[in-house]
């Protein structure tokens, strides 16, 4: 089945901690996102990616970092300096930049202890 | 960028008909989504509109006054799997993000 998977399914981090989300598809996706979503506000862009080896901050970026070394992965790591990372995290992906639909993974929900 | 507001909460009744409206101010419109978000769980797609108009899939149906920046999510023959959050993003044409509102939680109750 095609899809998009997220790990892990709950993720704690220590103060002074950074901590990697992993985001997988093989749908064959050019570009992917990260949004965070937290209550009563409405989904967030961290980062996006448009083609393998780029990627653009979002919205929010402060304190976060990806890589795009493969199509497939689109990993996000929550550093230290994100002093709020409290939320639920959800990465998505769509076959281009712009012209297609955005289809979302099941999402990581990010604890601090 | 993009202003989205949409109602917080909505409750119906089982078999019911309920109409989540959504509200934008955009600097550049390149259509506007849809999606359904149960509790915890990822956000899934339900319907898309770029030009004025009804878009019908089975119970659930969308329009949207691109004039008016104004669309709306109808939902018929309501069901208890129905109960879920709804999201409303627009597309914006000059970078192509998306937006979404906070989201529209509707509780349906037997």
């Known amino acids: 089945d095609g899809g998009i998977t997220q790990s892990p399914k709950y993720l704690f981090r220590k103060e002074g901690q950074n901590v990697t989300l992993s985001c997988e598809q093989n749908l064959n996706h050019d570009a992917m996102y990260w949004y965070r979503q937290d209550p009563g506000q409405g989904l967030r862009l961290i980062y996006y990616s448009q083609i393998v080896n780029d990627f653009q901050k979002g919205d929010i970026a402060e304190g976060y970092s990806v890589s795009r070394e493969k199509k497939e992965s689109f990993p996000l790591t929550v550093t230290s300096a994100q002093k709020n990372p409290t939320a639920f995290y959800l990465c998505?992906?769509?076959?281009?930049?712009?012209?297609?639909?955005?289809?979302f993974g099941p999402g990581t929900r990010l604890l601090v202890l | 960028g993009q202003n989205i507001d949409q109602p917080t909460e909505m409750t119906a009744t089982e078999g019911a008909i309920v109409q989540i409206n959504c509200t934008y101010q955009t600097s550049g419109f390149n259509g506007l989504f849809w999606y359904q978000q149960h509790a915890g769980e990822a956000p899934t797609f339900l319907s898309y509109n770029v030009l004025d108009g009804l878009e019908e899939k089975g119970r659930f149906s969308s329009f949207l006054s691109r004039s008016k920046g104004y669309s709306y999510l109808l939902l018929k023959e309501l069901q208890m799997k129905d109960s879920a959050s709804y999201l409303c993003a627009v597309r914006d044409s000059n970078d192509y993000k998306l937006s979404f509102g906070a989201g529209t939680t509707v509780t349906v109750r037997a």
């Open positions: 998505a992906s769509s076959s281009e930049w712009g012209g297609e639909t955005q289809y």
